[in-house]
């Protein structure tokens, strides 16, 4: 028997009422992670309203299926019986069972001490399909295929239920151009239009199996949302474990060996396409404090369009320390038309500008082609100092140049922007990566800052 104040815990607390349900069905404790919390607070944030759209990201046995998809549903149910949930997998088999767990866990007498017994409706008792008699719904997906007939959410202004996606790619099926866009597809026309509400909340949690993936195409835009992204590598920046009770850093480090491919996009979540690797994860070095530089500049990179498939505009500010170390401080990337891209130009401009104590800012230096050159102009009239740059060789050469600085551990970038996780991705995949509007710039940077003496390449 659960004491009162046990019962209110697990009916408000994701995490209490997993570690409970578990002990009950199991016989044993459900060793816990400081992971297992994050991932139930960010779900526990869809709950009450504050995030619409989330990805999840960690690496595969994890215990993403259990909490995000399992526990999550009867949590949910228990605390709004009249939820109507879609719950999808690459495979409809899986995601049925998924969905049944989650069923198998309502009927358990634990559950109705901390709930009350659920009430089931006798005409819907399939594995991929059940209801309540309270008018929710709990209906399992795979995502080769449609949904007709379903929808979830409630057309409210409190939660009503949500579409939770899990693994949606097939591992062995990504690295199919076809097969990777089938899913794409599968979401934009047959996922977007299966919520009730505007408020119904989408769940997408998968291990990155490939840099155009799911994750990867929300995440760059694709379908004009913003999400809040819990991205949970199996190896911090320190290289310790996630989870040492699960892998120690002596298996992780074998497993990288043996298929650094796998390794970098499962259990790294940075996909990494093949052939890739002329900057490696670990040459870069972090600061927790900006280091005090002499001086700055602003580096742009400007995209000629702004459909979902080109690069972005980025504007990177680094610094450069007594020392010599280029330093990344800031960071601001987007995709904007003309006259919002000269808006972003200047508020990135002074921003920094009006910042003391860490040098002069000098001036934003862009590469002058077709977008970059409007940009140089306009700016140059409004008295901003900028200077056109020159690229005078191809990317490669230009990367195999600056690439001894990064390796020296001598390029400090900030370890807790939320941008790193996608500008270290950008790295780890050139020269075969989607994007490389991080990269250009940055080399930019490193080039101005350690070689422009020797080479007189810029004005």
């Given at each position: 028997?659960?004491?009162?104040?046990?019962?209110?815990?697990?009916?408000?607390?994701?995490?209490a009422?997993?570690?409970?349900?578990?002990?009950?069905?199991?016989?044993?404790?459900?060793?816990?992670?400081?992971?297992?919390?994050?991932l139930?607070?960010?779900?526990?944030?869809?709950?009450?309203?504050?995030?619409?759209?989330?990805?999840?990201?960690?690496?595969?046995?994890?215990?993403?299926?259990?909490?995000?998809?399992?526990?999550?549903?009867?949590?949910?149910?228990?605390?709004?019986?009249?939820?109507?949930?879609?719950?999808?997998?690459?495979?409809?088999?899986?995601?049925?069972?998924?969905?049944?767990?989650?069923?198998?866990?309502?009927?358990?007498?634990?559950y109705?001490?901390?709930?009350?017994?659920?009430?089931?409706?006798?005409?819907?008792?399939?594995?991929?399909?059940?209801?309540?008699?309270?008018?929710?719904?709990?209906?399992?997906?795979?995502?080769?295929?449609?949904?007709?007939?379903?929808?979830?959410g409630?057309?409210?202004?409190?939660?009503?239920?949500?579409?939770?996606i899990?693994?949606?790619?097939?591992?062995?099926?990504?690295?199919?151009?076809?097969?990777?866009?089938?899913?794409?597809?599968?979401?934009?026309?047959?996922?977007?239009?299966?919520?009730?509400?505007?408020?119904?909340?989408?769940?997408?949690?998968?291990?990155?199996?490939?840099?155009?993936?799911?994750?990867?195409?929300?995440?760059?835009?694709?379908?004009?949302?913003?999400?809040?992204?819990?991205?949970?590598?199996?190896?911090?920046?320190a290289?310790?474990?996630?989870?040492?009770?699960?892998?120690?850093?002596?298996?992780?480090?074998?497993?990288?060996?043996?298929?650094?491919?796998?390794?970098?996009?499962?259990?790294?979540?940075?996909?990494a396409?093949?052939?890739?690797?002329?900057?490696?994860?670990?040459?870069?070095?972090?600061?927790?404090?900006?280091?005090?530089?002499?001086?700055?500049?602003?580096?742009?990179?400007?995209?000629?369009?702004?459909?979902?498939?080109?690069?972005?505009?980025?504007?990177?500010?680094?610094?450069?320390?007594e020392?010599?170390?280029?330093?990344?401080?800031?960071?601001?990337?987007?995709?904007?038309?003309?006259?919002?891209?000269?808006?972003?130009a200047r508020?990135?401009?002074?921003?920094?500008?009006?910042?003391?104590g860490?040098?002069?800012?000098?001036?934003?230096?862009?590469?002058?082609?077709?977008?970059?050159?409007?940009?140089?102009?306009?700016?140059?009239?409004?008295?901003?100092?900028?200077?056109?740059?020159?690229?005078?060789?191809?990317?490669?050469?230009?990367?195999?140049?600056?690439?001894?600085?990064?390796?020296?551990?001598?390029?400090?970038?900030?370890?807790?922007?939320?941008?790193?996780?996608?500008?270290?991705?950008?790295?780890?995949?050139?020269?075969?990566?989607?994007?490389?509007?991080?990269?250009?710039?940055?080399?930019?940077?490193?080039?101005?800052?350690?070689?422009?003496?020797?080479?007189?390449?810029?004005?």
């Amino acid at each position: 028997m659960l004491t009162i104040n046990q019962v209110v815990e697990c009916r408000t607390d994701l995490l209490a009422f997993t570690r409970s349900m578990f002990s009950a069905r199991k016989g044993m404790e459900f060793v816990t992670n400081w992971h297992h919390e994050k991932l139930c607070n960010a779900l526990e944030r869809v709950v009450i309203g504050k995030c619409k759209r989330l990805i999840i990201n960690i690496p595969p046995r994890y215990s993403k299926t259990e909490l995000a998809v399992v526990n999550f549903i009867a949590w949910c149910m228990g605390n709004f019986p009249d939820s109507e949930f879609i719950h999808a997998s690459y495979s409809k088999r899986l995601a049925a069972n998924n969905t049944w767990g989650a069923r198998a866990l309502m009927e358990h007498e634990l559950y109705s001490e901390i709930f009350g017994a659920p009430r089931f409706r006798k005409d819907s008792n399939a594995k991929d399909e059940y209801r309540t008699e309270q008018g929710g719904c709990v209906y399992a997906a795979g995502s080769d295929g449609t949904i007709t007939g379903y929808g979830a959410g409630k057309l409210r202004d409190y939660f009503g239920g949500a579409i939770i996606i899990d693994d949606p790619h097939k591992a062995g099926e990504a690295t199919s151009d076809v097969m990777r866009q089938n899913v794409i597809d599968w979401f934009s026309t047959t996922i977007e239009s299966r919520t009730n509400s505007p408020e119904t909340p989408i769940i997408v949690i998968m291990q990155r199996l490939h840099e155009s993936d799911l994750s990867g195409w929300l995440l760059g835009g694709g379908n004009g949302e913003k999400w809040e992204h819990v991205c949970i590598p199996v190896l911090d920046d320190a290289d310790e474990p996630l989870w040492a009770f699960k892998h120690s850093r002596q298996e992780l480090q074998r497993m990288d060996t043996a298929n650094p491919y796998v390794f970098a996009g499962q259990y790294m979540q940075r996909p990494a396409p093949i052939g890739g690797g002329i900057f490696k994860d670990h040459w870069w070095k972090f600061y927790r404090t900006p280091p005090i530089t002499k001086t700055r500049s602003i580096y742009a990179d400007t995209a000629q369009k702004t459909k979902t498939h080109n690069d972005f505009t980025v504007f990177q500010c680094w610094g450069q320390t007594e020392a010599g170390q280029p330093v990344l401080l800031d960071q601001l990337r987007g995709k904007w038309e003309a006259p919002e891209l000269l808006i972003q130009a200047r508020a990135f401009w002074k921003k920094h500008k009006a910042v003391t104590g860490m040098g002069n800012l000098r001036a934003l230096k862009c590469e002058d082609k077709v977008s970059g050159t409007g940009l140089i102009q306009t700016l140059r009239r409004e008295g901003i100092p900028i200077l056109p740059i020159q690229r005078n060789v191809d990317k490669l050469t230009r990367a195999m140049d600056v690439a001894p600085m990064v390796e020296s551990g001598n390029v400090l970038l900030p370890e807790d922007a939320p941008w790193l996780s996608d500008y270290l991705a950008e790295f780890s995949q050139f020269p075969n990566g989607a994007h490389d509007d991080q990269v250009d710039p940055t080399m930019d940077a490193i080039d101005d800052m350690i070689n422009k003496k020797s080479r007189g390449v810029y004005s």
